[in-house]
């Protein structure tokens, strides 16, 4: 079941990245994979599919182990409030451009919410969870989905508001972690869904679909290989 969730991911972020897909397009193929869809959008349904049988050699436990394994071995830590797939596939497409190796995994956070991710490390805050992997936080996605992804609106709009608000944040962190020498990775708590009210959409996590919401995922980048 590991295999099925991992091997989904990265069927998803394979396929975007080699057809250079740009943020919005691929914000849009996500929305679009809630009522099927073709091509990207049926990859991204199969990884919902996928999450939905929450493999239980996917659960977080299993997240909290290896980051700590990472940080043992001499990796850098940044903790996500809230990592969308279609930002997990922003900041995958921005180190592959710029030649850094990189592995990614999936786990499940069945709350979809913050909470989960608390519970498993025993931390009352991400910032806190950030502090024991001696690392940094961010929480400005997960702000930026509730005030101002979070009404219903038309898609093109929804689109429009993501590229503000939530791919600047992405951006602004590639810039600053291609600069680190050591290997980093960059672990969130929860994804979030689309949902949608007659032919208006929005954003929404640890509720109803509560689909890509349950995708805690982990990206490990190392510097190329000399």
């Known amino acids: 079941m590991q295999f ?11 396929l975007a990245t080699e057809r250079n897909l740009d943020y919005q397009d691929f914000f849009l193929a996500t929305a679009v994979a809630y009522s099927g869809g073709r091509d990207l959008s049926l990859s ?5 599919n ?11 436990e299993k997240a909290r ?6 940080v043992r071995a001499g990796y850098s830590a940044v903790v996500l409030d809230c990592l969308g797939l279609p930002e997990l596939y922003w900041f995958y497409a921005q180190f592959l ?11 499940i956070n069945a709350t979809g919410r913050t909470a989960g991710l ?6 009352a805050s991400i910032r806190e969870v950030a502090e024991s992997l001696g690392g940094s936080k961010s929480s400005s996605l997960d702000r930026a989905v509730h005030k101002e992804l979070s009404e219903p609106t038309s898609l093109e709009e929804l689109a429009r508001r993501a590229r ?14 291609i600069s680190l020498a050591a ?6 708590d929860h994804g979030y869904d689309f949902a949608r009210e007659g032919e208006k959409w929005y954003l929404v996590h640890g509720r109803n679909p509560n689909v890509l919401s349950k995708l805690a995922p982990l990206l490990v980048v190392n510097q190329p290989l000399r």
Not at 44 to 48: D, H, P, S, V, Y
Not at 50 to 60: H, K, Q, T
Not at 65 to 70: D, E, P, S, T
């Open 4 to 14: 099925r969730l991992w091997t989904a991911l990265g069927n998803v972020l394979s």
């Open 44 to 48: 991204i349904r199969a990884l919902m």
């Open 50 to 60: 996928a999450l939905e049988e929450e493999p239980v050699d996917c659960s977080l």
């Open 65 to 70: 182990q290896y980051a700590w394994q990472l």
């Open 97 to 107: 451009k710029r030649g850094l190796r990189l592995a990614v995994y999936g786990y």
């Open 118 to 123: 608390l519970e498993e490390f025993q931390r």
């Open 164 to 177: 503000e608000h939530l791919k600047p944040v992405v951006d602004g962190w590639v810039r600053q972690l």
């Open 183 to 188: 290997p980093f990775f960059v672990v969130s």
